[in-house]
Structure formats: C-alpha cells, structure tokens
C-alpha cells in the first residue's frame, strides 16, 4: 500500500518518538537496577479488536481496530537514570514535584492505533443520511499512571488525525482483499481531514487492597474507574468497573483493555507469577458523551453527521492467560445504541497479547 508524503512524514515521527520513548530492550539488558528491573519489567502490547468476532452481519460501526503499546518499568526506580529516555525523565520529575511523596509507583505508556469507522450498507456510494459516517482514526497516546496501595489514577494525551490521512480505507480493502471479502463502496464521503486531540483522566480503585492474598491460588477481585476525557476527538464523563475471578490473579488494576490503564498497563508489585495462571473477567461502563467526532463528524467543516446519544454503555466478558513473559487475553464487548435511527447495538471482539521484555 503506497504511502502519500504526508503519512510518510507522519510515520517517520512516530517511528523517531518511537526509537526515543521505549529503548525497552535494551533498557531490560542495561544494568539500570537489575533488581526492580526483574520485579517491573518494561511490556509491549499488540491488540486487534474486530467486529467480526461479534457474530454474523456485524460488520459496521467500529468495524476494526489495531494498537500496539509500549509499557515502561517503574521510573520511580530510575528518575536519574541515563538508560531511561530524556523525555520520560523530564517529564517524571516534573509530575513528581506536583505531589512529591504520594504515590510510590509510577509508569508510563505510548501507544500507537487506528480505529475504522463504517454504517451498515458497504454497497452505497451515496451518504447515507441515517447511519454513522465513514472515519478513519489514526492517533499516538502518551501516558503516565501514579499509583498508591490499591488505587490508581492515569492521564493520557492523544493526538493524531482522522479522515483520509488516517488510511482507514486503505487499511480495510487491504484486509478485505486478503479474506476475498466484500470492499465498502463509501469511502469518498468518509469524514474531512482534521487533526484530533483528547486529554484522558481515569482513577481507579481495586477490592482486595493487599493482591497477596489472590497470588498463589484461587481469588476474585473488583476494580472502580471512573474519569473522562476533553478534545474535539472525544469528550465524555463516564465510570463503571470489573470483576475478576481465577488462579493468581496479577497485580494490577484490570483486563480490560479499553480502559486506559487496563491490561498489562499499570504499575505492579511482586513480579509475574510462576507457572501457569489465568482468569476470566467481567466488566461495565457507562458514559455521558458530549462529543464524539467519528458520529457527531468534522469541527470546522460540514460533514455526515448522526444524532448521538447522550448516554452510552457497555459491557463485556473476556479469559485472560498468563505464562512466563506471555499473557493472552481473549475479550466481547456488547454496547447500547450510539445514535437515533442506529438497527443493531454494537458488538465486537479484541483480542490483546502481551510480552515482558
């Protein structure tokens, strides 16, 4: 898929802040604190979520996504440490003297993801005045969670693009080509150009307090969130929480892996476990959607546009599989309506694996 010069620019930064934010590897083979390295040590991320998995003729709406994430170790073990890149010091110092003391773990994250947007009828060129329009999101998201005890709060900043510069449609034909699938005949009148912004706030709370107890055998837990977020790509107040039963259940703060510090992504204490562990997990969320640019279309320019609404929920069930540096999590997500006139809820399956280096 050929490249037009403005993605080629874009890939060339992302790919330098890339090179620059997670020198993971080698920071795992450096001799920065070879002791909390071993009980922290930096992740990568790669999830797909699709449509497809939530059944027959559910290919619509967010039809397909692809995100790969790039987890560091606790910086506050390395806060002067030259393996640590200079922005991740920069800006951990930074945040630590806003509230020097309270939080005795700290991480951070940069994620890069596209996300394709779709109505119903892959067959009509026209617009189809009742359905979402069609959108292309391309966005990188930095990150930083704080943590005390049980509880935990994150700040995302995501920017990025949607419309043609996002290559959704080139993405989808791509994937629908390789399947011999049906290619959707509407994407001249996907979403205009538009740089996106959204600043994300989430706290969290996890019950039991001490995960020691859930760390060698059977045990449940329950993780609170609640937050939101600010941006022309995304402003919304929203809270819910999960539920999580099996064998050594890790210390963290959920599996979910829509949530912003959800699956292999916050801080933990006590390393990986040994041997085998695995759970499965139940969750829920329920949003006031003030802005939503993939139904509520572009900020400066006419575009197809949707009656949203306002409130939004979902939820979902997913098994999660933990060996060694490997975690799998297999998830379906079931959703309300979005907009008026909307035929069929939103259904759609992720899939995430996840690697300690």
Same mark, same amino acid.
């Given at each position: 898929?050929?490249?037009?010069? $403005?993605?080629?620019?874009?890939?060339?930064?992302?790919?330098?802040?890339?090179?620059?934010?997670?020198?993971?590897?080698?920071?795992?083979?450096?001799?920065?604190g070879p002791d909390s390295m071993r009980e922290h $040590?930096?992740?990568?991320?790669?999830?797909?979520?699709?449509?497809?998995?939530?059944?027959?003729?559910?290919?619509?709406?967010? *039809?397909?996504?692809?995100?790969?994430?790039?987890?560091? $170790?606790?910086?506050?073990?390395?806060?002067?440490?030259?393996?640590?890149?200079?922005?991740?010091?920069?800006?951990?110092?930074?945040?630590?003297?806003?509230?020097?003391?309270?939080?005795?773990?700290? #991480?951070?994250?940069?994620?890069?993801?596209?996300?394709?947007? *779709?109505?119903?009828?892959?067959?009509?060129?026209?617009?189809?005045?009742? =359905?979402?329009?069609?959108?292309?999101?391309?966005?990188? *998201?930095?990150?930083?969670? %704080?943590?005390?005890?049980?509880?935990?709060?994150?700040?995302?900043?995501?920017?990025?693009?949607?419309?043609?510069? %996002?290559?959704?449609?080139?993405?989808? #034909?791509?994937?629908?080509?390789?399947?011999?699938?049906?290619?959707?005949?509407?994407?001249?009148?996907?979403?205009? #150009?538009?740089?996106?912004?959204?600043? +994300?706030?989430?706290?969290?709370?996890?019950? $039991?307090?001490?995960?020691?107890?859930?760390?060698?055998?059977?045990?449940?837990?329950?993780?609170?969130?609640?937050?939101?977020?600010?941006?022309?790509?995304? +402003?919304?107040?929203?809270?819910?929480?999960?539920?999580?039963?099996?064998?050594k259940l890790p210390d963290d703060f959920g599996s +979910?892996?829509?949530?912003?510090?959800?699956?292999?992504? %916050?801080?933990?204490?006590?390393?990986?476990?040994?041997?085998?562990?695995?759970?499965?997990?139940? +969750?829920? !969320?329920?949003?006031?959607?003030?802005? !939503?640019?993939?139904? =509520?279309?572009?900020?400066?320019?006419?575009?197809?546009?949707?009656?949203?609404? %306002?409130?939004?929920?979902?939820?979902?069930?997913?098994?999660?599989?933990?060996?060694?540096?490997?975690?799998?999590?297999?998830?379906?997500?079931?959703?309300?309506?979005?907009? =008026?006139?909307?035929?069929?809820?939103?259904?759609?399956?992720?899939?995430?694996?996840?690697?300690?280096?």
């Amino acid at each position: 898929m050929p490249l037009s010069l $403005p993605l080629r620019r874009r890939v060339v930064v992302l790919a330098g802040l890339l090179a620059g934010v997670p020198s993971l590897p080698a920071l795992a083979a450096s001799q920065c604190g070879p002791d909390s390295m071993r009980e922290h $040590p930096p992740q990568v991320n790669f999830r797909v979520d699709n449509d497809l998995f939530g059944g027959a003729d559910q290919d619509q709406g967010y *039809t397909n996504g692809a995100q790969i994430t790039l987890v560091s $170790p606790n910086v506050m073990d390395y806060t002067d440490d030259p393996c640590l890149p200079r922005l991740a010091r920069w800006v951990n110092n930074r945040l630590e003297a806003l509230r020097p003391g309270e939080f005795e773990q700290q #991480n951070m994250i940069f994620s890069l993801a596209q996300g394709i947007f *779709t109505p119903k009828d892959f067959t009509r060129r026209d617009v189809i005045e009742d =359905d979402r329009p069609y959108a292309g999101v391309l966005v990188a *998201t930095f990150g930083y969670n %704080a943590r005390r005890n049980s509880r935990l709060q994150t700040t995302q900043l995501t920017l990025g693009v949607v419309g043609p510069w %996002a290559q959704g449609k080139q993405v989808q #034909n791509a994937v629908h080509s390789l399947l011999d699938d049906e290619k959707f005949q509407g994407w001249d009148n996907q979403l205009h #150009n538009e740089p996106v912004f959204a600043l +994300t706030h989430e706290r969290m709370r996890r019950w $039991p307090a001490d995960a020691a107890a859930n760390a060698a055998g059977w045990g449940w837990d329950a993780i609170s969130h609640y937050g939101g977020a600010i941006g022309n790509l995304s +402003t919304h107040a929203n809270g819910g929480g999960e539920v999580r039963f099996g064998w050594k259940l890790p210390d963290d703060f959920g599996s +979910t892996p829509l949530r912003p510090a959800g699956e292999n992504t %916050a801080p933990t204490r006590g390393g990986r476990a040994l041997g085998w562990s695995w759970h499965v997990f139940a +969750t829920a !969320d329920a949003s006031w959607v003030i802005r !939503d640019i993939t139904l =509520d279309g572009n900020t400066f320019r006419n575009s197809h546009s949707v009656n949203k609404r %306002a409130l939004v929920a979902y939820g979902g069930y997913g098994i999660a599989v933990m060996k060694g540096r490997w975690k799998f999590a297999v998830a379906r997500y079931h959703s309300t309506r979005e907009f =008026d006139g909307q035929e069929q809820s939103p259904i759609f399956g992720s899939f995430t694996v996840s690697r300690s280096l």
